[in-house]
């Protein structure tokens, strides 16, 4: 907008002239960067002796009144005071940012406090002798004093698959065992089959299989380790009971074996030709006597009498 100043060429007084200004050529209206000031501090900075104006209008009043003395101390005056009024608008930031700063800066003491004191109670508690902190190895929970299940801080190896834990929140607190088991995230695709050189090390030979367990006990989850412990020692328990199974199935071989013989060498010698004359007492004990057949048992479990056929006299026997 231009400055009426330079559309009045009737202006005899430079003072009245000055003063005789509409508002919109004193306020500072021409900087994008200013927030807008209040409707009362705008009336306040109109109504004042050297209201506050732009340079702008400055320079241009200044052109037109440049012998005039009067007219450039009140320029410089009302100079002073834009100075003066941007000095306190921008100062609303910084003030804002250090009652934020101090604010925060309480936030923080707050906080190492509450730092401190927690370590002030952990150091209260001692390291269980031969634990160790989790740091995150386990992720099994254990009871406290208040019945609260939370991650134990101090963990202990204990074989066979199991940890010893210790909640870490108090002296004298007992200790917990529990077995660790990976966690599987079924949440992901199904996952592949062990490859071949996993299962050659898991499998194979003593060597191999340590290896494999050095590996595994180094990564963070104690539980991995656990796995593969665990899936060896299943796997010579296996192993020992399938050994323990073919010798008692050779065992049952070897007693079918014997009875084929008995009954062959009975045959042979013509047996019941000789005792021909108790056949006509077979029928009094029909059905006393079981066939030697393993049909209606399970197989490889011996043949056993009844308590009445253990009572009936032996053949030969005197009657």
């Given at each position: 907008?231009s400055?009426?100043v330079?559309r009045?060429p009737s202006i005899?007084s430079?003072r009245?002239?000055?003063?005789?200004?509409?508002?919109?050529?004193?306020i500072?209206?021409?900087?994008s960067?200013e927030?807008?000031?209040?409707?009362a501090?705008?009336t306040a900075?109109?109504?004042?002796?050297?209201p506050?104006?732009?340079?702008?209008t400055a320079?241009?009043i200044?052109?037109?009144n440049?012998?005039?003395t009067a007219?450039?101390r009140?320029?410089g005056?009302?100079l002073?005071?834009?100075g003066?009024?941007?000095e306190?608008q921008?100062?609303?930031p910084?003030?804002?940012?250090?009652?934020r700063?101090?604010?925060?800066?309480l936030s923080?003491?707050?906080?190492?406090?509450?730092?401190?004191q927690?370590?002030e109670?952990?150091?209260e508690?001692?390291?269980?002798?031969?634990?160790?902190?989790?740091?995150?190895?386990?992720a099994?929970?254990c009871?406290?004093s208040?019945?609260?299940?939370?991650t134990p801080?101090?963990?202990?190896?204990?074989?066979?698959?199991?940890v010893e834990?210790?909640?870490?929140?108090?002296?004298?607190e007992?200790?917990?065992?529990?077995?660790?088991?990976?966690?599987?995230?079924?949440?992901r695709p199904p996952p592949?089959?062990?490859?071949?050189w996993?299962?050659?090390?898991?499998y194979?030979?003593?060597?191999g299989?340590h290896?494999?367990?050095?590996?595994?006990r180094?990564l963070?989850?104690?539980?991995?380790y656990?796995?593969v412990?665990?899936y060896?020692r299943?796997?010579?328990t296996l192993?020992?009971?399938q050994y323990d199974l073919?010798?008692?199935q050779?065992?049952v071989?070897?007693?079918?074996?014997?009875?084929d013989?008995?009954r062959h060498?009975?045959?042979?010698?013509?047996?019941?030709?000789?005792?021909?004359?108790?056949?006509?007492r077979?029928?009094?004990f029909?059905g006393e006597?079981t066939?030697?057949?393993?049909a209606?048992?399970?197989?490889?479990?011996?043949?056993r009498?009844?308590?009445?056929q253990?009572?009936l006299?032996a053949?030969?026997a005197?009657?």
């Amino acid at each position: 907008m231009s400055d009426p100043v330079s559309r009045d060429p009737s202006i005899e007084s430079p003072r009245a002239s000055f003063s005789a200004l509409p508002s919109d050529t004193i306020i500072v209206s021409d900087t994008s960067d200013e927030e807008p000031p209040l409707p009362a501090r705008v009336t306040a900075e109109i109504n004042a002796p050297h209201p506050p104006i732009s340079p702008r209008t400055a320079g241009q009043i200044l052109v037109q009144n440049a012998d005039n003395t009067a007219v450039i101390r009140d320029i410089g005056l009302s100079l002073r005071a834009t100075g003066e009024r941007r000095e306190v608008q921008s100062s609303r930031p910084l003030c804002e940012a250090q009652r934020r700063a101090a604010a925060l800066q309480l936030s923080l003491l707050a906080k190492e406090e509450e730092l401190r004191q927690l370590q002030e109670r952990l150091r209260e508690v001692e390291v269980p002798e031969g634990f160790e902190r989790n740091d995150g190895r386990v992720a099994l929970t254990c009871p406290t004093s208040t019945g609260a299940l939370v991650t134990p801080a101090w963990i202990r190896w204990a074989g066979d698959g199991r940890v010893e834990m210790r909640a870490g929140r108090e002296a004298g607190e007992p200790t917990y065992v529990d077995e660790l088991i990976l966690s599987p995230d079924y949440s992901r695709p199904p996952p592949e089959p062990l490859p071949v050189w996993f299962r050659d090390l898991l499998y194979g030979a003593d060597g191999g299989f340590h290896i494999l367990a050095k590996a595994a006990r180094a990564l963070p989850d104690w539980a991995a380790y656990a796995e593969v412990v665990r899936y060896r020692r299943e796997q010579t328990t296996l192993r020992h009971l399938q050994y323990d199974l073919e010798e008692l199935q050779a065992k049952v071989d070897a007693s079918r074996t014997r009875l084929d013989d008995c009954r062959h060498r009975m045959e042979a010698a013509e047996l019941p030709l000789q005792l021909r004359g108790l056949q006509g007492r077979s029928a009094l004990f029909a059905g006393e006597f079981t066939r030697p057949q393993t049909a209606r048992r399970g197989r490889g479990l011996p043949y056993r009498p009844s308590p009445r056929q253990a009572r009936l006299p032996a053949a030969g026997a005197s009657g």
